[in-house]
């Protein structure tokens, strides 16, 4: 029986227990670790200080991210958090990922206000560095890669209104994922109704903030459809920061008979506007959050995506224990954007990939074994334009860049899991990486020739153990080796000062070895704690150089270290009451001192981009009582509190913003009305009117520079959302 005993000098040592208090960063060494899992040691009570107990997990969530292959969440040998449906909606207008992600620890995303540089996402500290999009983080939609073969990904390609669940996995197992896989995600459509259904919500907000979504499905004769087309368009808090966006996503699944089953599915992404607000500098924080950064007006800076990709998946079941699985997809993207530097880049490009994946169990020598293997090609190819603006618009007559770019891999993956005895699992995997570059440029009339070409790859061994102590306790340990290489867009510009725009052949992929320690708890019905401590240390990391104007340049860093904690709770109080917990610690540095052009930066300071700490917590209350981890009838309220520590804005940590503490309210009512379910919402955001920085710009090379992004202040929503079928 594992016992609650807790050495306390070692939890002081760890930085979890400090006189009653937790600190925003821990001082975590991994020497420290195996004292505390000496028998009688009990981890999981570290989580369970000063925590009330929170809202549910589901023992019997299913999730496939970990293993390839679906599994309990409990039995799960890593850090994966499921996001379900009532989280997702409940989070508020189903516009950005970062409504419902917030619940997963670990994981940061910044609030920008900034609809033309999409989401900053970061995982354990990856992708922290990105100037736009997801960088560092794999993003897959039905198993289909919404990540390019460089790294670089949309967040906006997630249609989250016909979302079923979300997966985050964190830790070594997101290596056996590829290039850049500093942590996954993964988002799954809805099963086709088995009657045909139609939908539709109607959001409003501040700051003409206007949200609609149509949406039917239903199967006949075998073939399930879901078909989603929504609509979004805001003024924005800031000027210059309007959007609007219009997106389709659909899923058509049948079954040609027993043993297989296939998913089409088609997304488009409209985004004919959104205006760039650019940074501000801190004056300009401290005077008027709600201006625009510097010439933003005037140069008119803002960006106009199309998108669209087709995919399917075919899943061939051999027997019970054996079954293939094949993807391809194809997509374009038009891309165009006015920047402040009175120029235009735009880039339109095609991508495609293919993927075959086997999955068996068997007996080996009387050890119970499951695995996947398989391969996976992925290429995309991108004309980039560039020229003088005016106004705005095109100059005519004015190109000054032209290039056709290609980024293309082809990598091989094995994973394993064998069960060695009852208690014991080990977890084993290896990817063969092989990724490529070229730039062909076809403007010389400025005399510099900007082709290039690079290529990397690596090999990324994976290799734990889970030690299942009871059916409320497990406890796992693993090892992995990381991969990460530029994207195009980082190869594009040279220069540590100014951004200049050739291509950077000289940037070399980075490596990281992660460490990672886990337990996952069950200690009374309806209740669910997971705890995680991770270390990894990375070599010739990719960070960025200078920004300026919305150019980035980047460079590498000899060595960088991230050591930190995760912690998610949840327990069901009463049959009426429900919290949840979810809180990560992280202390992210550069471990070498290293020049950046005649800069020096020292040893130990803060990788800047990374909050060292984060905190989402909420205790809700139902009218009627919880049923299944369902959204239950009645009505629902519910307090939320964010927590976010202080995030440095450059490599020499001489700007940074503070942390921030927000509490949110959100209040829904759901009744049966003619046999359709009907869904009233409501949230009010920052209930205190803090104020606040969302996000920051990492190394702007202006001077003072517009490093800051301020968060939206007090704000609220209403919304309303009908099911109803049609028989």
Known sequence: MCKPRINFGFLQRLGLFDGFRMPPTPHLELRYMPEFFRPGHCLVAVATLGLAPVYAQQLEDVVI???????????????????????????GPQINLSESLVRAPGLTILERQNYAQDLQISIRGFGARSAFGVRGIRLLIDGIPA???????????????????IEVLRGPLAQLYGNSSGGVIQAFTKDASKEPTVGYQYYVGSYGMRRADYQFSDTVGGYGLVADYGTFSTSGYRANSAAERN?????????????????????????????????????????????????????????????????????????????????????????????????????????????????????????????????????????????????????AGSLTRDE????????????????????????????????????????????????????????????????????????????????????????????????????????????????????????????????????????????TAASASGQTSYKNAPGTSRIGWELAASSQLSDHISASLSASSINAQYSQTFKSGTTTIASGNKIPGIPDSSTFAEIAWTSEPFTNNKAALGTRIALEWQQAGRIFANDLNTESADGRSVFNLSLSQRWIWNQGLVSLYGRLNNMSDARYVGSVLVNQAASPPQSYEPAMPQNWMLGLSLSMPLR
């Open 247 to 395: 997106q389709f996503n659909g899923k058509l699944s049948f079954a040609p008979n027993e043993q297989t089953k296939v998913n089409v599915v088609f997304n488009r992404f409209d985004m004919p506007l959104a205006q760039d607000p650019l940074g501000l500098t801190r004056a300009q924080l401290i005077a008027d959050p709600t201006q625009a950064g510097n010439s933003a007006i005037e140069k008119m800076t803002r960006k106009v995506v199309l998108q669209n990709q087709l995919g399917s998946s075919i899943k061939y079941a051999i027997d019970a224990d054996n079954a293939f699985t094949a993807r391809a997809y194809y997509g374009t993207r038009d891309n165009l954007q006015y920047l402040a530097s009175t120029t235009w880049v735009g880039l339109n490009r095609n991508y495609y990939g293919a993927g075959l994946q086997y999955n068996g169990r068997a007996q080996w020598q009387g050890t119970p074994v499951e695995w996947a293997t398989g391969y996976e090609f992925d290429k995309s190819s991108e004309r980039r334009q560039g020229g003088a603006s005016l106004l705005g618009e095109k100059k």
């Open 65 to 91: 991210s970990a293993s390839r292959a679906e599994m309990r969440s409990f039995d799960a040998p890593a850090a994966v958090q499921r996001i379900d449906r009532q989280a997702i909606e409940g989070g």
């Open 404 to 543: 056709d770019n290609q980024a293309q891999n082809g990598d091989y993956f094995v994973q394993g899991r064998a069960h060695v005895s009852e208690q014991i699992s080990i977890v084993g995997g290896l990817r063969q990486s092989n990724v490529a570059f070229n730039s062909n440029d076809n403007y010389l009339l400025d005399g510099k020739d900007g082709s290039g070409n690079a290529s990397f790859s690596a090999s990324s061994p994976v290799l734990g153990v889970t030690w299942h102590a009871n059916e409320q306790l497990n406890i796992y340990a693993n090892y992995g080796k990381g991969f990460e290489s530029p994207t195009l867009a980082e190869m594009a510009y040279s220069g540590t000062t100014a951004p200049v725009a050739l291509f950077n052949p000289l940037l070399n992929a980075s490596s990281s070895q992660h460490y990672e320690i886990g337990a996952k708890w069950i200690p009374m019905r309806n209740a669910r704690v997971d705890f995680a401590i991770y270390q990894i240390d990375s070599s010739d990391e990719i960070v």
């Open 147 to 165: 990540t390019t073969p460089d790294g670089q990904g949309q967040s906006s390609s997630v249609s989250l209104t016909s979302t079923d669940h």
